[in-house]
Nanobody, 123 residues
Framework: QVQLVDSGGGLVQPGGSLRLSCAAS????????MGWFRQAPGKEREFVAV????????YYASAVKGRFTISRDNAKNMVYLQMNSLKPEDTAVYYCAAAKSYQQILTNTVDYWGQGTQVTVSS
């Protein structure tokens, strides 16, 4: 069992940066691949980024590649999403997710979800 708590969202101007954090509890966190998703008003939840349990592999949605960076600290049971050069279209609720396989993250069939944190990009 893994519990996830997302934080770090807020209001930021276009071109600005935010860092989202996901605190995980549970002894088996290290064995889970972790991801971030987002859901904008009126749209379906979409994949943003994934990182393998070891931190050795990452993958990004094309809309955020080059601007967002996912990372993890297994010693602290934390996952992060550094978001730079933010655009209004990045406005959404962002969710942390955990799954036992990379493929589950990529196909949106995760095992555990965080509660979400709102990111608003507006001038």
């Amino acid at each position: 069992q893994v519990q996830l708590v997302d934080s770090g969202g807020g209001l930021v101007q276009p071109g600005g940066s935010l860092r989202l954090s996901c605190a995980a509890s549970g002894r088996t966190f290290t064995y889970y691949d972790m991801g971030w998703f987002r859901q904008a008003p009126g749209k379906e939840r979409e994949f943003v980024a994934v990182i393998k349990w070891s931190g050795s592999n990452t993958y990004y949605a094309s809309a955020v590649k080059g601007r967002f960076t996912i990372s993890r600290d297994n010693a602290k049971n934390m996952v992060y999403l550094q978001m730079n050069s933010l655009k209004p279209e990045d406005t959404a609720v962002y969710y942390c997710a955990a799954a036992k396989s990379y493929q589950q993250i990529l196909t949106n069939t995760v095992d555990y979800w965080g509660q979400g944190t709102q990111v608003t990009v507006s001038s």
